[in-house]
């Protein structure tokens, strides 16, 4: 399965792909994880993102899809993968399309969360806390004011992504306002009837 999480910084993609890691065994592949372990190392990705990832603001399209195209020729990301945080653009989501089609791949299905984008940040607020409470390092980028840039850059560059996949029929959509049990049963409702679909 070729699945993407689409949806707001906070929505629940993270804490769902978890889970979907857990269930199907395939890995999950966050832009974000990869930028950040990037910048952590301090490769020359690394140096270009930094600023930008703390201004809350999108790493350049042809960086975030070079990583992409490597990440998905690994070996544990043939049978397939979830993809978090990306794309966030529709001109990474036609390089997606395209680098896919090159081998013969599609995706299966892109399922977006729906969420009231105040009662974010009070989620992202509580997610800082819980973090530094375990004496973890807490994202630069979770500060209430640049999370607000954050959640403009989705709705300018990345919302638009939902009516470009809705065109191509693969759109489904979660209310990621319930508890996190529900989201992830009607998560997993969409999923395995991919799953049937595909084996009748
Ligand atoms: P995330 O962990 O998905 O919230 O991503 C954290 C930050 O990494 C974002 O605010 C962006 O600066 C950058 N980033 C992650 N994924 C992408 C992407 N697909 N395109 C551009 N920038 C990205």
Redesign the pocket.
Known sequence: MRIILLGP?GAGKGTQSTRIVERLGIPQL????M?RAAVAAGTPVGLEAKS??ES????TDSV?VGIVADRIEEADARGGFILD????TVE?AAALDRMLSEKGLALTTVVEFVVDEEALVGRIAKRAAETAARGEPVRK?DTPEVFKT?LSAYRTQTAPLSAYYASLGMLQTIDGMKPVEAVTEDLFAILDAHVAGATS
Request: aromatic share 4%; hydrophobic share 35%; glycine share 20%.
């Open positions: 910084p966050s832009t974000g994880d930028l930008i990832m809350g603001g999108l790493v975030v945080g990306f794309p966030r990474q980028d954050r």
